[in-house]
């Protein structure tokens, strides 16, 4: 039997179908699954455990799309599908699917993306999967335990991850889109010095730490210098396996709506969820509302600032309602 499964996304986007790809897996655990995605698609599908040799990479930028056109349509006509989902939010994908394709829509009231992907699968699933959607390899675990030892970070550290930017940083032309996707750097500084002070008055071992990318890393410095080396920037090479072990060592993540946060969810790692503009029952973090606290510029006094608005008070108060929660 093959399946094929269309998305062609960011990070984030990729994460949210990933309870869909579960449950067809359930449904049809001998079926061949093919998938039409992004790079970030392949790379996250990989750590899924898809083979790469059933993915056709599309590159959706206007400069390259009759090419890609020619190369995905090539691919669906290599072989029979006996299902289609597409997930696509782009209508334009219809274009080129099999005509039997099973085709997301949008939907007349608010719910999230990935609830709408698993019942195009499953109209009632027996399951949501909000529950640890995504796994990390144990051994990458292991090696990453050994490092953040030598970093003066043991088993019984509370751990606080900080991530202060999106996928669209230091992008030309991203200057309005950053108001809603960006919390000021100070910010987080001033948080991770609340956060170290709030430790060393009870005595716990709290560490605060951002683990960046290196287009990310000067930012993390600038954070690091203002917090008084309060939060810290650990010395990591970009390893996508080791950095889901690191999300999921992570007693709370504060992150933006972005990629990050949606890998978070799928590893069940209490998260902070900062939102502008964009609505968290579209598309806020996918998991047990007892694990999340996300905070909404809208809910402010001032929403026009983006994640501005939100105060470092209500982020600090967040994360220990959640630590407390544990």
């Known amino acids: 039997m093959n399946i094929l499964l269309v998305r062609i996304g960011r990070l984030g986007d990729m994460v949210m179908i990933l309870p869909a790809v579960k449950e067809i897996q359930r449904l049809y655990p001998q079926a061949r699954i093919h998938v039409i995605t992004s790079s970030d698609g392949i790379r996250l599908l990989k750590a899924f455990g898809l083979n790469p040799e ?116 230091n992008k030309w032309g991203k200057g309005k889109e950053s108001i809603h996707r960006l919390w000021p750097w100070q910010h987080f ?25 290196p287009e990310e890393r000067a930012l993390g410095l600038q954070i690091q210098k203002a917090s008084q080396g309060c939060a810290v920037l650990l010395p990591t090479e970009p390893d996508f396996q080791r950095y889901l072990c690191f999300l999921h060592r992570l007693n709370v993540l504060v992150v933006a709506n972005t990629g990050v ?21 579209d598309c806020g973090p996918y998991m047990p509302e007892e694990k999340c606290k996300v905070l909404r510029a809208e809910d402010t006094i001032n929403p026009k600032l983006g994640l501005q608005a939100i105060s470092v008070d209500a982020v600090f108060d967040a994360v220990l309602a959640l630590l407390a929660a544990k």
Not at 58 to 76: C, D, Q, T
Not at 82 to 110: G, M
Not at 261 to 281: D, I, K, Q, R
């Open 261 to 281: 946060m949606h890998l978070a969810a799928a590893l069940n790692t209490p998260l902070v969820a900062l939102f502008s503009e964009l609505h968290p029952g």
């Open 54 to 169: 059933t993915m056709a990479e599309y590159n959706n930028h206007f400069l390259y799309r009759w090419w890609e056109l020619y190369k995905v349509r090539r691919f669906i006509r290599q072989q029979p599908f006996d299902l289609v989902y597409c997930f696509e939010r782009k209508k334009r994908t219809i274009s080129w699917l099999p005509a039997q394709a099973k085709i997301i829509e949008p939907s007349p009231q608010l719910q999230h993306y990935a609830w709408r992907c698993l019942t195009l699968v499953t109209p009632s699933p027996e399951t949501n999967y909000q529950h640890h959607y995504l796994t990390f390899n144990t051994q990458k675990a292991l090696s990453l335990n050994a490092f953040l030892q030598a970093q003066g970070i043991t088993s019984s550290t509370v751990l606080i991850g900080l991530h202060p930017t999106y996928s669209g940083f």
């Open 189 to 213: 500084a001033k948080l991770a010095l609340m956060l170290a002070e709030y430790g060393k008055n009870r005595g716990m071992d709290i560490k605060v730490v951002m683990d960046l990318l």
